[in-house]
Each structure stands twice: as C-alpha cells, then as structure tokens.
C-alpha cells in the first residue's frame, strides 16, 4: 500500500488505467491473419495509400469484428472502440475515428466496385489453404432477408424487390443469400442476389462458376449436394457437362420419382438402416432404403428412395383423418341414394354404377344392390269395403359402406412417407449418399445465422451497392464463425467434452464459442511517459481451454500487430 502522502499520486495512476473486453476482437483477428486477411483484400480492392488513414482491410477486419459480438446498430462504430483498445485489435497507431461512419462507407462502396463475389471467393479459398478444409462435400443453399428501407427509382445495383419470401413478409422488400459450404460448414463461395432471384437459375449460373474455381479431377471426386431446386432437365446437362459428382432430392415432377417409390413399395425391396443419429435418442427416425437405376434425358441415374418413420408417423395422422372424410361423405352420399325411387331395375342399376364411379371409394370396401318395392296407391278418405287396394313397383338401391381396406391405407401412409433421391455417383453406398443429404442441414444452419447480423442502420442502406458489400462482409463474417466452430470441435479430443453455457457439450456451437470469449479482458495500462502496458487478466478455467483449442497464445492479448 502507498503511503497517505502518495495515495493522491496512486488514484491519479489509476486514472491511466482501463479494463478492455477484447477476447471476440483478438480471436477474430488471430484467425484471419492465419490466411492473410487484410493482405487479400488490399490486394483485391483498389484504394490509394495515400488517402486513406486505414486501409480497407483493416476497416472491414473492424466491421467483422462488431458483427461477431452481435452489434446490432453498426453505426457510429467508433463509439464502440473508443470503449475498446483498437491498437491491439487493428494495429499500431489506429485511432477510433478512423472507424467512423463515412470511412467505413467508403470502404464499402471500394468493395462494392471490386467484384465482392469474386473477392469472397478468393477470401474462401486462402481459408481453405490456411486452415486445410476438406472440400470432398459441398452443399449449396439460399435464403432471402427482408429489409425495410425505400429501395426506389433507377439506381443501377442490387435487385431490392418484392419475391418469394422464405422469411414469411411478402409485404416486405428482399434481397437473397446464396451460399455454398464444406459438409464441416466453411463456405467456399457465397453471393448476394437479387430479391426476385429464381433458385433454379441460381444453381445454374452456380454450376458454371464452381467450375472454373474447381478443377475437373477435383470435381469428380467432390460429391454436390442440394435440395430439389438444382434438379431441372437443363441442370442435369449441366452437371453431367462440368463432371460434377451430385445427389439431390428428386422432384415429384418426374414421372421416375413416382415409378421408384411405387415399386419400392410394392415389391418390399428395403434395406433397413435404423436410426442414423450419432447419439440414438428413443425419438430418433429410423430409415429404410431402396435403389432403383433410371434414364432421363439419356443418361443412367441412381435413385434411391428413402423411407423415414417420422414421415410414416406424421402422414398415418394424415391418412386417419382421410378415411374418416372418406367415411362420412360415402355414408351421407349413400343415404341420399337410397332415398330416390326408380320406376325400373335398369334406371337404379345405373345409379348404382354412376355413384360408385363419381365417390371412386379407395380406402373402404362398398357394396351395393337394387331391392323391389311394391308402392301401394292409395285414393282419399277409407277405402270401401271388399275393394283390392291399387299399387306399383318402384326400385331402390341400397349402399353398404364396410370394413376399411388396411392394406390400402397402408401402402398409402408407406408410399407418403418416402422421397426419392437422384445421384450420378457410382462409388458410394446408397447409405452413404443418403447420410451426405441430411448433411444439408450444414447449409440450412448458415443460411440462419446470416439473416441475424441484418439489424443494418440505414447509413449502410442508402446505396444498393452498399447493402450488397455489407452482405458480403456478413458472409466473411460467417466465415470466421465456421472456422471458430471447426477448429474448437476438430480439436477436441473424441471422448472429451467443452463446458460452454453451463452445459457440457461433444459438438459446440460457434456462437456457443463466441460468448465465453466476451469476458476476456485485458488492463491497458498508460504511464506517464506516453509508454502503454497491457495486462490479460487470467481468463476462467474454461475459457482458457477455447483459447490451447484455438491455438491462441496469451501474447495475442497484449503484444499490438505491426
């Protein structure tokens, strides 16, 4: 302790010094200097040294970092460093006003006339070279994010406009996300589209572009997946053209997706797989198999029909309330039937024939027979006595719905509770290409968390080019986030566990990861002769153990990049 006559000198130091919550911040930057970062994208974006205090690499590197602590309001985001220490995040010399609204808006504008797409792309690939990520699987996706800002006139750019909203806001306007990942979900190339963009020409122009990224040995032995919108007549010709390896749901609208689950079916020709689930939980589905070989447009596939029990489960509800409907309408139709008189045998056989034509019974066995009636005629008031009463013959049909054909509603709910899925790969089981779709949801999972960060202050929304560039920067932000999860979950050992969230967990999430670094924070002391020390302040046990599974050494926390 000082002395009192020092205490005054003490609190003063203590002026000069601050905590910092850098931990997201450092990570980020750790990460993508491993693959070059800032160089690439100086390197790709035309800027002028001269004119600009931080390059814009550095100003994007800044943007990434806001997205991935969830800032929602990204602008004025100087004000978020001023409360952070932007020389050991950027840099030696960087001042947080150098973040300020129009510098970063520039930057944007700089990416913007520079190809996004094509700097994304090469963003990717430095990634996939940098941190070996294997692309023997990619899957491919879209999704649409609603804005709400007035995108009028003729302003050349991106096409913000009304679409077929996945969001569920039809009374919004929209622009689109397409994105394609490793089966690990690091993307290797994203787009932003226009808001009206069809999914079927989208994989198309996908497919060419892929191309000249993917050399053809490559392609043959990467395996393309995505859902059914890749499959058109003109894209398997494309596929086919490029030597691309693929498996996607076939679409009902082919006449073989039909013909497959049928003699599926049928003929009972399953392979039973069980449950696919990497901890079996008693809800799991269990799936079963069928293969079948088909030609369309003069080329052999491979379709694989799959039968799933949740599927079986949801369409036997389905079917349950389809043959109660069925029931009720032949009953009440019957009971009208046979309230009509025939004056002759033919006119109530015809009837007969006529309702089982037009109620076209499927699940319930019905049978039907004409009976005679002798109708007596009688005149007013009591008839005499001795007289013969007078009458005549009239005919009624009688219809008897009875027991429910259960080998039809079987076959129903079995044929319901199928898809089928088409492939041009010869090499792989059929359990195997199956297991590589349900990796879809690698893609779907990307496609979420994309829509997230758009919370955009209209600052970055003034310019269709502007909105473009920022959903490029979110892409490379969650490119980062995919690399974060990979490497966590690469690096944990098979039989271990992270404590993340108050839980522990085999398989933790990115985001799981990116809150426990929130609380690393570092003292940034300022001695009076201008001389700056930076001290880290000993992360939690847990916390730590994410920074040796990231590889991230304490100096990262307290040594500025150069």
Request: aromatic share 8%.
């Amino acid at each position: 302790m000082p002395e009192d006559g020092d205490i005054g000198g003490f609190l003063q130091a203590l002026q000069h010094v601050r905590p910092c919550k850098v931990g997201i911040g450092v990570v980020v930057r750790e990460m993508l200097a491993r693959m070059q970062f800032v160089e690439t994208i100086d390197e790709l974006v035309p800027w002028d040294p001269a004119q600009c205090r931080l390059s814009p690499g550095l100003r994007l590197l800044a943007l990434i970092m806001a997205i991935l602590e969830n800032r929602r309001a990204l602008y004025r985001l100087h004000l978020l460093y001023e409360e952070k220490d932007p020389e050991l995040l950027l840099g030696q010399g960087v001042e947080p006003d150098a973040l300020n609204d129009k510098a970063v808006a520039r930057a944007l504008d700089k990416l913007a006339a520079a190809d996004p797409k094509r700097v994304y792309a090469t963003v990717c690939l430095r990634a996939v070279e940098a941190y070996e990520v294997a692309v023997e699987q990619l899957h491919s996706d879209t999704t649409s994010v609603s804005v709400y800002g007035a995108y009028e006139g003729d302003e050349p750019g991106l096409g913000i406009v009304h679409g077929y909203s996945k969001d569920h806001r039809p009374d919004l306007l929209q622009f689109k996300v397409g994105c394609t990942v490793t089966h690990e979900g690091v993307p290797i190339s994203g787009e932003i589209l226009d808001g009206n963009k069809d999914d079927k020409r989208w994989n198309q122009e996908l497919l060419d572009w892929l191309a000249s990224w993917i050399a053809p040995e490559k392609r043959e032995e990467t395996l393309f997946v995505a859902d059914s919108a890749l499959i058109t007549k003109e894209n398997l010709e494309r596929l086919d053209r490029h030597g691309y390896r693929f498996v996607s749901r076939l679409p009902e609208s082919f006449e073989a997706a039909d013909l497959a689950r049928t003699e599926a079916v049928y003929n009972h020709t399953w392979q039973e797989v069980g449950k696919l689930a990497s901890s079996p939980r008693t809800n799991s589905p269990e799936y079963r198999l069928a293969e079948t070989e088909w030609e369309i447009g003069g080329r052999s596939y491979r379709l694989i029909v799959v039968h799933s029990s949740s599927l079986e489960k949801r369409r036997a509800k389905k079917f349950e309330r389809l043959t109660e409907k069925e029931q009720r309408a032949l009953t009440t139709a019957a009971n009208k039937l046979g309230q009509r008189e025939f004056s002759c045998r033919e006119d109530a056989e015809a009837a007969l024939a006529a309702f089982l034509e037009e109620q076209k019974p499927h699940f319930w066995d019905v049978e039907g027979h004409v009976e005679r009636e002798w109708v007596i005629e009688r005149g007013r008031g009591r008839p005499r006595k001795g007289e013969v009463p007078q009458g005549h013959e009239i005919y009624r049909v009688v219809v008897a719905v009875g027991r429910r054909r259960a080998d039809v509603v079987e076959k129903e709910i079995d044929w319901n509770a199928t898809f089928v899925l088409i492939t041009n790969d010869w090499k792989r089981t059929a359990l195997e290409l199956f297991q590589a779709y349900r990796g879809q949801y690698t893609v779907e999972a990307s496609m979420r968390w994309t829509k997230a960060p758009f919370h955009i202050s209209p600052v970055f929304l003034k310019k269709r080019k502007r909105v473009e560039a920022f959903g490029y920067v979110t892409l490379m932000a969650y490119l980062v986030y995919a690399l974060i999860q990979r490497a966590v979950r690469q690096a944990l050992p098979e039989q271990d566990e992270l404590q993340v969230e108050g839980r522990r967990t085999k398989h933790p999430t990115g985001q799981a990861v990116l809150d426990m670094l929130t609380h690393i924070a570092v003292l940034k002391v300022r001695m009076p002769e201008h001389r700056t020390y930076r001290v880290l302040l000993t992360p939690a046990e847990d916390v730590q153990r994410i920074l040796d599974l990231l590889r991230i050494h304490a100096d990262a926390f307290i040594q500025v990049p150069t």
